[in-house]
């Protein structure tokens, strides 16, 4: 911490790439500055950055997640 988009992807998942990675990388190290243990900042980046690399609606599904809360 903190991570770039390709540290982030190289370190914990090589599946990401590009836009996708650098957004997981930026959520981690938010989380991470606002207390999350970094497991968890880790594993959330990695579930919403899967997403977005499959072409998921990201600012859609933050959006729901923010209701919800």
């Known amino acids: ?7 982030f992807a190289s ?3 090589k599946k990401l790439s590009g836009a996708a990675a ?11 500055r ?3 243990d ?5 594993a959330t980046a990695n579930k ?3 997403r977005m690399q499959r072409g998921g609606n990201f600012k859609e599904h933050a ?4 209701e919800t809360a």
């Not at 911490?1 to 390709?6: F, N, Q, R, S, V």
């Not at 650098?22 to 991470?32: E, G, I, Y």
């Not at 970094?38 to 880790?42: N, R, S, T």
């Not at 959006?63 to 923010?66: D, E, L, P």
């Open 22 to 32: 650098t957004k997981a990388a930026d959520m981690a190290n938010a989380m991470v």
């Open 63 to 66: 959006k729901r997640m923010r």
């Open 11 to 13: 370190k914990h998942n």
């Open 48 to 50: 919403h950055g899967n």
């Open 38 to 42: 970094e497991g968890v900042a880790i």
């Open 1 to 7: 911490m903190p991570w770039t988009g390709k540290d």
């Open 34 to 36: 606002s207390g999350v």
